[in-house]
């Protein structure tokens, strides 16, 4: 009886304090995320405010195997999402009993890992008869800035992680137009994939980040002159992004200084910090240069509005200061604005999916009682696609010197 009320009282005093209506205050949203490695929960109120939160990552798990290994961020999500859910109650104050609702990452993402999340989920909302509200994980990225910023739709979103890679108009909070996407790799895995072939967990500095991490730290130190990788799809007129082309060149290069100098394969290079330079200048030209031509193709057909348009950049990538930065030119050149979710709010996290059950509560949509049977999808496309309305434009995309800071 105590702790009901003592949990009670905290949420009263966080609506108190953060001077919120008491509508927005009782409607309470747990949000769980469990798409790739990262096992997380938050529970929020209806004005965004975290209420309690919690976070597992595998990140040490995956860096000694060298990658994601399904079954084991499978069984690692079993392992704990139930201590994870716990914690985020615990912490929030509210009991089950309170929650309006469960909002879960079903698509798309990992298989085997969206099923532990969803099967939690299904379980969880049974036993307290709760509303569930399956999330798509890319819209819960695209829409996490509203619960920073009063960003009003619609607005121009990059996503950038590490398995996927868009370009799409945010008009709604289900409602997109998807102007560009990978057509192989993400940008994210990409990097990874360097970074492994690099061998970058043996450099002293490098050894606990992921890979994404170790070549935004080694390039402050390069020098991205000493090797010229072409930016890909240079002359393809779209918005869609590519970067297995990208990764051979890097592969190549390395494999030709590893002859130079003599040495095999898994000894780190006297040139890395430069060969990291170079991906991730190449990287960031090919993000900045499709999402220029989108923001052309939005002015061209009055997809944005012409008070403060505001560019969206996203996902876990998004974290890189150097892209950021990259963006950034583009963005001033072009009159928009650009905002970037803080990095804890880049990557994977249950905040991010929570907000998103709230902003969908709130306007009634894609509510569903909690005996209806929902199946994950690994692979989902968000909103309406205008990839070939894009390309059939061909517009031209004017040369701006991209001459990012370090």
């Known amino acids: 009886m105590f702790q009901s009320k003592a949990r009670s009282l905290r949420r009263l005093l966080r ?66 999402i139930q201590r994870v859910v716990q914690e985020a109650l615990d912490r929030s104050g509210v009991a089950p009993a309170e929650l309006s609702a469960v909002a879960t990452t079903v698509k798309p993402g990992l298989a085997l ?64 137009l998807l102007l560009g996407r990978t057509l192989d790799e993400a940008p994210g895995d990409t990097l990874d994939k360097v970074a492994r072939r690099l061998s970058l967990r043996k450099h002293p500095r490098c050894a606990t980040l992921s890979g994404g991490q170790a070549i935004e730290l080694l ?8 090797f010229g990788f072409r930016t890909p799809m240079g002359q393809t007129p779209d918005c869609c992004f590519s970067f297995a082309g990208l990764r051979n060149q890097v592969t190549m290069l390395i494999k030709k200084t590893e002859a130079e100098e003599g040495v095999e394969e898994g000894t780190l290079l006297s040139q890395v910090s430069d060969i990291a330079a170079a991906t991730q200048h190449t990287v960031a030209s090919h993000l900045a240069k499709r999402t220029h031509r989108a923001v052309l193709f939005c002015k061209a057909n009055g997809l944005l509005p012409e ?9 876990g990538v998004a974290s890189n200061q150097y892209i950021r930065r990259a963006l950034l030119i583009i963005a001033e050149a072009t009159g928009l604005r650009l905002l970037c979710p803080p990095a804890r709010f880049c990557t994977d996290n ?29 692979r989902a496309a968000l909103g309406l696609d205008l990839t070939a309305e894009v390309r059939a434009a061909a517009i031209r995309v004017p040369s701006i010197r991209m001459k990012i800071p370090d």
Request: glycine share 10%; charged share 20%; with cysteine.
């Open 307 to 315: 008070d403060t348009p505001t560019l969206v950049l996203s996902g």
């Open 15 to 80: 609506c108190k304090h953060a001077a919120v209506s008491k509508a927005s205050c009782s409607r309470l949203v747990l949000g769980i995320e469990t798409s790739c490695d990262d096992t997380g929960a938050a529970v929020m109120d209806g004005s965004g405010a975290i209420l309690g939160e919690s976070l597992h990552s595998q990140k040490e798990v995956h860096l000694r195997t060298g990658g994601i290994i399904p079954t084991v961020a499978q069984q690692l999500h079993r392992e704990n």
């Open 219 to 226: 390039a402050k130190d390069g020098d991205r002159r000493r």
């Open 113 to 176: 890992s969206l099923a532990v999340g969803l099967e939690f989920s299904r379980r969880f909302v049974r036993r307290h008869n709760k509303p569930f509200i399956p999330i798509h994980h890319m819209e819960a990225h695209a829409l996490t800035v509203r619960m920073l910023h009063a960003v009003p739709f619609p607005f121009l979103v990059l996503l950038v992680s590490g398995g996927h890679s868009l370009l799409a108009v945010a008009r709604g909070v289900d409602d997109f």
């Open 350 to 378: 249950g905040p991010m999916i929570a907000w998103n059950g709230v902003e969908r509560l709130r306007e009634g949509r894609g509510i569903l009682p909690p005996g209806v049977d929902v199946s994950y999808e690994p």
